[in-house]
């Protein structure tokens, strides 16, 4: 059974850093494209990052470029996403995702983990 | 980047009833649209890709149509356990987008 356990979030000063996980079980992190994504409050699911099956390849939304890092210890089948000066704005429920190959969506989600960043 | 329009924001419905919620993409998507369904405290289940195609282990009742900017998804019959938030994105070009979702309210 494919499943995809979250650990990490929590509640965070505006420019603190914080490094969130997502465990995979059921299928191998290297066989797959994963994802990040964020919901904020009351608001619509948005894309926040991603890797490629073998790490080599990263990519990331423009809001996050340069703060956050996605990476995966694929002897661990496990994602992260490390979080760097962290604005207000990047407060929201974070979900990893697998990509599904060739259907081009995200078959497989975590249960999500809420990141609070407040003065 | 692609900017998806859902309506209604909420629909309040009866056990039984259709409902139909539509997902408007700012550009010809093709047929790069999916549908998602959200419970409080669970992670998003994927209904439907490529408009239409209902992923393996989802009820009939479910359907999606469309192509190019316009989508609908339809739940045939509500069932008690359709009560919850619905969402659509696409994946035609990067970064993926999705609606702010539909939320589905006992009538």
């Known amino acids: 059974e494919v499943q995809l356990v979250q650990s990490g979030g929590g509640f965070l000063q505006p420019g603190e850093s914080l490094k969130i996980s997502c465990a995979a079980s059921?299928?191998?992190?290297?066989?797959?494209?994963m994802h990040w994504l964020r919901q904020a409050p009351g608001k619509g699911l948005v894309w926040v990052s991603r890797?490629?099956?073998?790490?080599?390849?990263?990519s990331y939304a423009d809001s996050v470029k340069g703060r956050f890092t996605i990476f995966k210890d694929n002897a661990k089948n496990t994602l992260y996403l490390q979080m760097n000066t962290l604005k207000a704005e990047d407060t929201g429920v974070y979900y990893c995702?697998?990509?599904?190959?060739?259907?081009?969506?995200?078959?497989?989600w975590g249960q999500g983990t809420l990141m609070t960043v407040s003065s | 980047d692609i900017q998806m329009t859902q309506s209604p924001s909420s629909v309040s419905a009866s056990v039984g009833d259709r409902v139909t919620i539509t997902c408007r993409a700012s550009?010809?998507?093709?047929?790069?649209l999916a549908w998602y369904q959200h419970k409080p405290g669970k992670p998003p289940k994927l209904l439907i890709y490529?408009?239409?195609t209902l992923e393996r282990g989802v009820p009939s009742r479910f359907s999606g149509s469309g192509s190019g900017t316009d989508f609908t998804l339809t739940i045939s019959s509500l069932q008690s356990e359709d009560f919850a938030t619905y969402s659509c994105?696409?994946?035609?070009?990067?970064?993926?987008?999705f609606g702010d979702g539909t939320k589905v309210e006992i009538k």
């Open positions: 550009q010809d998507i093709s047929r790069w």
């Open positions: 994105q696409q994946s035609n070009s990067s970064p993926r987008t």
């Open positions: 490529g408009a239409s």
């Open positions: 890797i490629n099956s073998d790490g080599s390849d990263t």
């Open positions: 995702a697998r990509d599904s190959a060739g259907k081009r969506v995200f078959d497989f």
């Open positions: 059921g299928f191998n992190l290297s066989n797959y494209w």
